[in-house]
């Protein structure tokens, strides 16, 4: 017999879905304005690397870039965009450096009112999906500590 991954209920799978859109927008501010305070990315070991439009899952490793040129996931028309055509791609484990090195900037970069939302509620949406599968599926186990791991790194940004 094979086991399917239990499906979200439709309100978990639209928080899902949102996230991920946060997720990215967040990812492309980060790094627009890590370019602006000079930020660079220490070489480390690959990791995921979060960008717009893609899967944070289907990212190879990578610096921060700011990228013009169209790639393969510009073009889908599925894919969320974060409302610009750059490509931003910022590695998970530099999230929170970025976020330092904006936060000591001078002069003083702020974080727009609907970037602080975006933080609010892709945090609160990727936990309530956790919750959820902790709660109805045993076989996500390690998918799941991946989603905390990087609601953590989310929070501490």
């Not at 070991?45 to 899952?57: E, I, N, Q, Y």
């Not at 090195?101 to 956790?130: G, L, M, Q, T, W």
């Not at 599926?137 to 790194?153: D, G, I, M, P, Y």
Request: charged share 25%; proline share 8%.
């Amino acid at each position: 017999m094979i086991d399917f991954p239990v499906a979200l209920p439709r309100d978990l799978v639209a928080a899902n879905q949102q996230y991920k859109i946060d997720t990215e927008e967040i990812a492309a501010w980060l790094a627009e304005n890590a370019v602006k305070c000079g930020y660079e990315a220490t070489p480390s070991a690959p990791s995921s690397v979060l960008s717009r439009p893609s899967t944070p899952d289907t990212l190879p490793a990578g610096d921060i870039q700011l990228d013009d040129a169209p790639t393969n996931a510009d073009t889908n028309s599925d894919a969320p965009t974060a409302g610009t055509s750059s490509n931003y791609k910022v590695r998970m484990c530099d999230f929170v450096s970025i976020a330092f090195a904006i936060s000591h900037h001078s002069p003083r970069i702020p974080v727009p009112e609907h970037i602080d939302e975006k933080f609010n509620r892709a945090i609160d949406s990727r936990r309530r999906c956790i919750e959820w599968y902790e709660d109805h599926s045993k076989e996500e186990v390690l998918k799941n500590h991946r989603h905390k791991h990087f609601a953590q790194v989310l929070e501490r940004t």
